[in-house]
């Protein structure tokens, strides 16, 4: 398992600054990057390397809109789980198709999943068939998504960000 900051050693300015200009545009170049962050292409590559070995950037891809790839239903669905471990059936259900995301929260639910689907009948089929049949899931409360705003990525509160 990879370490993560929160784990470890905290994030500096620096790597804050790194951070928050990859969050604003995940093909920056290595130059470009240490131009914006104003330290050497060296340094850069180094902490990159860094931040990737540590766990603070897991990834880079493309955002997409669901809509534009024909997902135009999407719910929360809020899952109760029996007697089984969150890291099995979340693996189960993350494989599942339509599910974009599943979190493990607190109070009286156990997980939180973000699903998807072409329409009401496929996004209704997931919940009931796929995900409620599920071994170990009890109960489903599923909450149809209407519209949504991006909240605040690291790029736009790199002001209040305290290490």
Known sequence: MTEHAHRGEPLDAVDRRIVAELSRDGRLS???LADLVHISRTAAHNRLQHLQQRGVITGY???IDRRSIGLVVSAL???RVADVPWEQIARQLAALPFVEKVQ???G???LILTVSAPDHE????AILRDIHDLPGVVSTRSHLILDEVTGSPPAQSLGIWKA
Do not use: F
């Open 30 to 32: 290595v130059r470009t």
């Open 61 to 63: 891809g493309a955002q």
């Open 77 to 79: 669905v809020v899952v």
């Open 104 to 106: 493990a929260v607190s």
């Open 108 to 110: 009286d639910m156990d």
């Open 122 to 125: 496929q996004l209704s089929q």
